[in-house]
């Protein structure tokens, strides 16, 4: 959901703007809603304010994605910095993946923005110990890292990893991994301007987004364009099993959302054209959407986006 290349984020933190968007101790709803709308809510156990683009729960601790890495124990407790690697001072991304060995896998960089690497550690360890992944990019800015389950367990087993390249517009070259030792080039059919954002699978296919392009295939590094058209950016794909069936929903910018159960074919749910919905969440018998500046909205069907002041 950050989706900013390192030059601007160093400004941003150059210039003292950062902003703490979500709130830990609110439930379920209270970060949610705050971690899409930037809203500034208050927590007593992180100083300053501080800007969260992940969140990933592990057996044992809470992870915080932002430029410097939190995390406390999964009941609770105060949070703490985590260490990051030798000069690496931001962290840029964060996935959690687990193919039997769980692993924290984060993207750094310098505060110069001249050095990156892409790194490893075991997350439930007291104290994390960083491995470098060496790979064809090493050294390259990591831009974005986009796991997906094929499992359905809330666990990533396979992760796109987009290298910021150059250019004006920005080129990215796009890897996947299920060991990150082993790296694969992914074939498009379209050039890519736009890292992977999000990705995920259902069926026999992996689908995977990229600005207002949607790729599915069922070979994850022969990635075909397809999909609903849009003019708009797509902003996140989800598994859900909350509506009845198992479904891939698929928000964008321009106020629509899509639901597939293939991953090739896509129905629209609804669209306001009022909002840019973002990423998705089940809570209970429902589906949580967020929004840029709008709160969250509810899917409780295939044809139902409801505020939930209106209930």
């Given at each position: 959901?950050?989706?900013?290349?390192?030059?601007?984020?160093?400004?941003?933190?150059?210039?003292?703007t950062?902003?703490f968007?979500?709130?830990c101790?609110d439930?379920?709803?209270?970060?949610?809603?705050s971690?899409?709308?930037?809203?500034?809510?208050?927590?007593?156990?992180?100083?300053?304010?501080?800007?969260?683009?992940?969140i990933?729960?592990?057996?044992?601790?809470?992870?915080?994605?932002?430029?410097?890495?939190?995390?406390?124990?999964?009941a609770?407790?105060?949070?703490?910095k985590?260490?990051h690697?030798?000069?690496?001072d931001?962290c840029?991304?964060?996935?959690?993946?687990?193919?039997?060995?769980?692993?924290?896998?984060?993207?750094?960089a310098?505060?110069?923005?001249?050095?990156?690497?892409?790194?490893?550690?075991?997350?439930?360890a007291?104290?994390?110990?960083?491995?470098?992944?060496?790979?064809?990019?090493?050294?390259?800015?990591?831009?974005?890292?986009?796991g997906?389950?094929?499992?359905?367990?809330g666990?990533s087993?396979?992760?796109?990893?987009s290298?910021?390249?150059?250019?004006?517009?920005?080129?990215?070259?796009?890897?996947?991994?299920?060991?990150?030792?082993?790296?694969?080039?992914?074939?498009?059919?379209?050039?890519?301007?736009?890292?992977?954002e999000?990705?995920?699978?259902?069926?026999?296919?992996?689908?995977?987004?990229?600005g207002?392009?949607?790729?599915s295939?069922?070979?994850?590094?022969?990635?075909?364009?397809?999909?609903?058209?849009s003019?708009?950016?797509?902003?996140?794909?989800?598994?859900?099993?909350?509506?009845?069936?198992?479904?891939?929903?698929?928000?964008?910018?321009?106020g629509?959302?899509?639901?597939?159960?293939?991953?090739?074919?896509?129905?629209?749910?609804?669209?306001d054209?009022t909002?840019?919905?973002?990423?998705?969440t089940?809570?209970g018998?429902r589906?949580?959407?967020?929004?840029?500046?709008?709160?969250?909205?509810?899917?409780?069907?295939?044809s139902?986006?409801q505020?939930?002041?209106?209930?």
């Open positions: 959901m950050k989706r900013i290349l390192f030059p601007f984020l160093i400004v941003l933190m150059a210039a003292g950062l902003t968007f979500s709130s101790t439930g379920p709803y209270g970060i949610f809603y971690l899409e709308n930037e809203a500034k809510i208050a927590d007593g156990e992180l100083e300053n304010q501080i800007s969260v683009f992940e990933k729960e592990t057996a044992n601790y809470l992870y915080l994605g932002t430029s410097r890495i939190r995390r406390r124990d999964a609770g407790g105060s949070w703490s985590v260490t690697p030798d000069g690496m931001v840029l991304d964060l996935e959690y993946y687990n193919d039997g060995t769980p692993t924290l896998i984060a993207s750094f310098n505060f110069k923005g001249t050095e990156f690497g892409l790194y490893t550690a075991d997350p439930e007291s104290t994390l110990s960083w491995t470098e992944v060496t790979a064809a990019f090493e050294g390259k800015q990591v831009s974005d890292l986009a997906y389950d094929t499992n359905h367990d666990i087993d396979g992760v796109y990893v290298i910021f390249e150059s250019g004006d517009p920005p080129n990215f070259t796009v890897y996947h991994t299920t060991d990150f030792s082993t790296f694969n080039t992914v074939n498009f059919d379209k050039s890519i301007f736009k890292p992977i999000s990705a995920d699978y259902i069926g026999t296919n992996y689908v995977a987004l990229s207002s392009y949607l790729f295939s069922g070979t994850v590094d022969d990635q075909t364009s397809g999909g609903p058209s003019t708009a950016d797509f902003n996140s794909v989800y598994y859900s099993t909350t509506l009845g069936s198992n479904y891939l929903l698929l928000s964008s910018d321009n629509t959302i899509w639901y597939s159960t293939d991953g090739t074919t896509w129905n629209t749910l609804g669209t054209s909002k840019e919905f973002t990423v998705f089940d809570i018998d589906v949580l959407v967020g929004t840029r500046g709008d709160g969250y909205y509810e899917i409780t069907d295939t139902t986006i505020d939930p002041s209106s209930e």
